[in-house]
């Protein structure tokens, strides 16, 4: 055994390893993509592994994948798993015979996310197991059964690491990697895998007869289990449980719950020997639910009668309150005082970040306008009042469309990012141009996945292994969809950028305009230099133009202008001065 200190995702990424995994898919999403990014860095890779343009193609691949006998990996957030809820409901018919596991990655207090939705209630909907960490360890010793029960009950295996799970680090004992050896081999059964209404009739039958018995083997596994203390009690799931356990005191009975379904008779049993249950979990009442049904007479305490928080991250903190007001314990901890005088740092656009100069332009040519946006780096145009909605991926062009549509008499120009756009706003563009949407598209095209990591994508031109593939042509894309008036420009080129905006607002139906200029941070990585600006305090005249532009390189200082060390050369700043005052380092 080998003892290292990890992030959860590590931790994840190499129980994946030790369990001989043949096959890994997923999509970018915050707070799991470092599984993938973990493992497709690996030089000495037995198994196969893709970044997926988006989730529903991650998990179809991956499914296939354990059609064919081998141990497949999938990868997403919680909301991607939204994106693959199709295939997931249906797979736990079709059922698999390789090992699958499926990662969806929880957000509560939505940190990186635009809800708090729980993995858990999916996992009851398509009535397969989930299993349900407390910890970083526990994160890396829940991957090989994961896989083990796959196989046993022929299910995809949902695995449901939260935020605080996957990007907390702690030391982690760790096992040899295996080689996944697998040769996959698909055996045609269409009543198994042809899911027409026929056959459905006979798996529905089947899925629901296998309950009984997951629901005994998770207790089996010590995943579930409890100790008998007193006679009050606390249920406890996730990262809560860990809090839970720290807290207790003695004499409070205590069982963990870490993966689902629930044996309701094992857990009626326990419940009854108690005069009051509290439960404690993060987000969905997915174990108090389960516990009313069987409490009898017992008293619980949970989410439903306000003893604990529907939304929002546990905390030590948060946990001692609940069982405070529940009346376990007296809260350790005094009230938090924030600590005065703090700067506010809300996340900001990078120094040289294109999205900024393509804002500005759009501001510019449409000032009265309605601002659709997207899933990105960019959904952060809302400081810039240049975002009016964001939804979900792929969304802005379908939003776009639908306003568009309602009477609206104001231009809308939306924006969505290139990743985001081969994710889910290919099909959106598709039916603007089909149903006659007046309106204008701006893609943003940094060639990278940016806001979760710099994964690349179809547009990249390289594979998640760094393997060479014809970058996807967005224009050809575009055009391809039926859109006439497709424009490519570089945002850092302002005058440019406002001539081509301004040619589209002329224009009626879908028009595309292309904003294309390589992430300021890929082009560091990628040793792209183009020297600094600075200001001649001569000739700044202290208008704030350039401060207002909003770049974190521009300072205010003694009523003039200043550029620090964050300058990338990008220019913009020197192109928006009204008096000439921004020149190029060593031009003066």
């Known amino acids: 055994m080998e003892r290292r200190y990890l992030l959860g995702n590590e931790a994840i990424a190499h129980a994946c390893l030790e369990s001989g995994v043949d096959f890994v898919s997923g999509y970018p999403g915050t707070p799991s993509s470092e599984v993938i990014d973990v493992l497709r860095a690996r030089p000495d890779r ?80 398509a009535r397969v197991p989930c299993l349900d960490p407390a910890s970083v360890q526990e994160a890396h010793d829940m991957i090989k059964p994961a896989f083990e029960l796959s196989e046993e009950f022929g299910l995809p295996v949902l695995f449901r690491p939260t935020t605080r799970i996957c990007h907390s680090k702690g030391d982690v004992e760790l096992g040899p990697a295996v080689p996944g050896l697998r040769k996959g081999e698909f055996h045609k059964d269409p009543r198994q895998y042809v899911v027409i209404p026929a056959h459905t009739r006979v798996l529905h039958k089947k899925l629901n007869e296998k309950q009984p018995a997951i629901r005994k083997r998770l ?32 004499g409070v009975s205590f069982m963990k719950i870490g993966a689902y379904p629930i044996d309701e008779e094992w857990l009626g049993d326990f419940v009854r020997k108690h005069e009051k249950v509290l439960v404690i979990e993060e987000l969905a009442p997915e174990i108090e639910e389960t516990v009313r049904q069987v409490a009898g007479c017992v008293p619980v305490f949970g989410k439903k009668n306000g003893y604990s928080p529907y939304e929002g991250e546990l905390s030590p903190q948060v946990v001692a309150a609940i069982l405070e007001k529940a009346g376990f314990l007296k809260n350790p901890f005094p009230p938090a005082e924030p600590v005065p005088g703090l ?7 990078c120094a040289g970040c294109l999205h900024r100069g393509a804002f500005y332009a759009i501001k510019k040519v449409f000032k009265d306008a309605i601002y659709p946006s997207d899933i990105g ?44 756009f081969l994710h889910t706003g290919i099909q959106g563009l598709m039916n603007a141009v089909y149903n006659g949407a007046d309106m204008t598209v701006v893609i943003l095209d940094n060639r990278i996945t940016a806001m979760t990591g710099h994964q690349p994508n ?5 594979t998640a292994c760094g393997v060479e593939t014809p970058p996807v042509s967005l224009d050809a894309v575009c055009r391809a969809c039926g859109v006439r008036f497709v424009e490519t420009v570089d945002p850092y080129d302002i005058t440019g950028m406002v001539n081509v905006l301004q040619e589209a607002k002329k224009r009626n139906g879908v028009r595309v305009v292309i904003a294309r200029q390589m992430c300021v941070i890929s082009a560091r990585r990628a040793g792209v230099k183009r020297g600094r600006y600075l200001v001649d305090p001569e000739a700044c005249t202290g208008c704030g133009t350039c401060v207002r532009f909003g770049c974190p ?26 008096v000439g005052a921004i020149v190029r380092e060593g031009k003066r």
């Open 553 to 578: 390189a521009i300072e205010f200082e003694d009523e003039k202008a200043r550029i620090n060390e964050l300058c990338s050369g990008c220019a913009v700043c020197a192109q928006l001065c009204p």
């Open 377 to 420: 780096c960019y959904t952060l145009g809302l400081q810039l009042g240049v975002v009016d909605t964001t939804i979900c991926m792929g969304a802005s062009i379908t939003v776009a469309s639908g306003i568009a549509h309602s009477g609206e008499t104001r231009d809308v120009v939306c924006t969505i990012g290139d990743s985001t």
């Open 46 to 125: 037995s198994y196969y592994v893709e970044w997926s343009v988006n989730e529903k193609v991650a998990l179809e691949n991956a499914l296939a994948a354990a059609w064919c006998g081998i141990r497949a990996l999938c990868t997403m957030k919680h909301v991607g798993l939204n994106v693959a809820a199709d295939p997931l409901m249906t797979s736990a018919y079709t059922g698999v015979t390789g090992g699958l596991v499926i990662m969806s990655a929880d957000d509560p207090f939505a940190h990186s996310s635009q809800n708090e939705q729980d993995t858990r209630c999916y996992a009851h909907f």
């Open 219 to 250: 207790v089996e596994k010590g995943f579930n289990r409890y100790e008998i203390r007193g006679k009050t009690a606390v249920i406890a799931s996730g990262i809560g449980a860990s809090y839970v356990q720290e807290l207790l005191p003695d």
């Open 343 to 349: 700067p506010p740092r809300p996340p900001i656009l």
């Open 458 to 462: 179809p547009n990249t031109g390289a």
